[in-house]
């Protein structure tokens, strides 16, 4: 009912940047909030960066200072600043979806591979 798509991902020297895109699309009334998440393998998928639809944003201590997230209607985005070899690692975009149908509903996108070549 939901897709989102990310984009952005690649590779870039430490200290670069790199600016990820995560569009929803289907049968959307509104979205509550969205998020980047990411997760090392074997290990917990921890949260980036949230932001609701009423632009209140969160950040984990990690990236304060050097990921900023934004939202346009459907689309979020993630600027990364100041990446580290540490931010190489696969982000997830989350949306929490009030539907057409009026439930609300969970939505994650398929990843995309940051990597940091120091």
């Known amino acids: 009912q939901v897709q989102l798509v990310e984009s952005g991902g690649g590779l870039v020297q430490a200290g670069g940047s790199l600016r990820l895109s995560c569009a929803a699309s289907?049968?959307?009334?509104?979205?509550?909030?969205m998020g980047w998440y990411r997760q090392a393998p074997g290990k917990q998928r921890e949260l980036v960066a949230i932001i609701t639809s009423r632009g209140n944003t969160n950040y984990a201590d990690s990236v304060k200072g050097r990921f900023t997230i934004s939202r346009d209607k459907n689309t979020v985005y993630l600027q990364m600043n100041s990446l580290k070899p540490e931010d190489a690692i696969v982000y997830y975009c989350?949306?929490?979806?009030?539907?057409?149908?009026?439930?609300?509903?969970?939505?994650w996108g398929q990843g995309t591979q940051v990597t940091v070549s120091s």
């Open positions: 989350n949306a929490e979806v009030l539907l057409r149908t009026l439930r609300v509903e969970n939505y």
């Open positions: 289907g049968s959307i009334l509104s979205i509550n909030a």
